[in-house]
């Protein structure tokens, strides 16, 4: 099992910039796919972004596709999520997640996900 901790959240304006990071600790990380998810008050939990463990397949939720980018240093442990031109609607509690369980098709699926971080808090104002 792997234990995932999200940080760099926080409160800025519409149009500001934030990056996350999830770091990893127990497991064989490196191998494995790692997603990004979100969820907005009342809301479900959403897909955002998910990355292949070698790094090199990505893949984004069309709300997102232009403006964020996730990358990871496998030698660091760590996934990142750099979010440009924020907007109100991207406030939500942001985590990642991670299996090694799961196909390339099911990558945007919350439920093929086994390992979660806690989460950490984006609130963008207007």
């Known amino acids: 099992q792997v234990q995932l901790v999200e940080s760099g959240g926080g409160l800025v304006q519409a149009g500001d910039s934030l990056k996350l990071s999830c770091a990893a600790s127990g497991g064989t990380f490196s191998d494995y796919p790692v997603g990004w998810f979100r969820q907005a008050p009342g809301k479900e939990r959403d897909f955002v972004a998910a990355i292949g463990g070698g790094g090199g397949v990505t893949t984004y939720a069309d709300s997102v596709k232009t403006r964020f980018t996730i990358s990871r240093d496998n030698a660091k442990n760590t996934v990142s999520l750099q979010m440009n031109s924020l907007k109100p609607e991207d406030t939500a509690v942001y985590y990642c997640?991670?299996?090694?369980?799961?196909?390339?098709?099911?990558?945007?699926?919350?439920?093929?996900?086994?390992?979660w971080g806690q989460g950490t808090q984006v609130t963008v104002s207007s």
């Open positions: 997640a991670t299996t090694d369980d799961i196909r390339w098709y099911e990558i945007r699926r919350t439920s093929r996900y086994n390992d």
